[in-house]
């Protein structure tokens, strides 16, 4: 069975800094791999997604992802940190059930606070 | 356009009313998703649509009874609820695919449900 562990339930960093959440995963298959972003009373929102190909994934709002097999990680980063990126983010690993769609599994969430 | 819609934002129910939550998607997807989601959790699968058809069932009670009348129509028939039923409902949508970069779920804001 796939798994997604985030290390950090709550991570606080400051206006401008570097943010970094830390997602790893557990799969016997090439992964599909997502990040998805939760704004207080919201819906999830997709970040970006690993599927294929290029390791370096570039998503929405600056962020980027980089699939590591060898670490079996996909950490999330941001340059500078914005007041609007305070929320919970989600790393997520995608399971195909044959035509039946696919089940995502989601890790426990981390919950980004900027501080000004 | 990736817009999942649900209906409605919020709904307060008694342990003995009968009441349905509705999602709807227009990107032409064919697969369609029911998650279940309490409070700093991350989201949990209820059920899997697939061409209109139940696929995945997550062992949920039959209290909840979902629908799927055509391939842009999910419901969610709710009766004799228990307040841990609480929660935020989130609906999402895929394409039915095999392949893992077509299996992106987008998701809806979410039905905020309190059961008195």
């Known amino acids: 069975a796939q798994s997604v562990t985030q290390l950090g339930s709550h991570v606080s960093v400051s206006e401008g800094a570097l943010v970094l959440l830390r997602c790893n995963y557990s799969?016997?298959?090439?992964?599909?791999l997502f990040w998805y972003v939760q704004y207080p009373n919201q819906g999830l929102q997709l970040l970006l997604k690993?599927?294929?190909?290029?390791?370096l994934v570039k998503g929405i709002n600056g962020f980027e992802a980089e699939f590591k097999k060898s670490e079996t990680s996909f950490h999330l980063t941001k340059p500078s940190a914005h007041m609007s990126d305070a929320a919970e983010y989600f790393c997520?690993?995608?399971?195909?059930?044959?035509?039946?769609?696919?089940?995502?599994?989601f890790g426990g969430g981390t919950r980004v606070l900027v501080k000004p | 356009d990736t817009e999942v819609t649900q209906t409605p934002k919020h709904l307060v129910m008694g342990m003995t009313n009968k009441k349905s939550l509705k999602c709807e998607q227009h990107?032409?997807?064919?697969?369609m998703y029911w998650y279940k989601q309490k409070a700093k959790k991350p989201p949990e699968l209820m059920f899997v649509?697939?061409?209109?058809?139940?696929?995945i069932n997550e062992s949920v009670p039959s209290r909840f009874s979902p629908e799927c009348p055509n391939s842009s129509l999910l419901n969610l028939h709710l009766h004799a609820l228990q307040p841990e039923d609480s929660a935020l409902y989130l609906c999402?949508?895929?394409?039915?695919?095999?392949?893992?970069?077509?299996?992106?779920?987008?998701f809806g804001p979410g039905t905020r449900l309190t059961v008195l």
């Open positions: 997520a690993v995608s399971q195909l059930f044959k035509a039946a769609g696919n089940k995502l599994t």
């Open positions: 990107m032409g997807h064919r697969a």
């Open positions: 999402a949508s895929s394409q039915s695919s095999l392949s893992g970069g077509l299996s992106t779920q987008y």
């Open positions: 799969s016997s298959v090439p992964p599909y």
């Open positions: 690993y599927t294929t190909g290029a390791t």
């Open positions: 649509y697939s061409y209109e058809k139940l696929s």
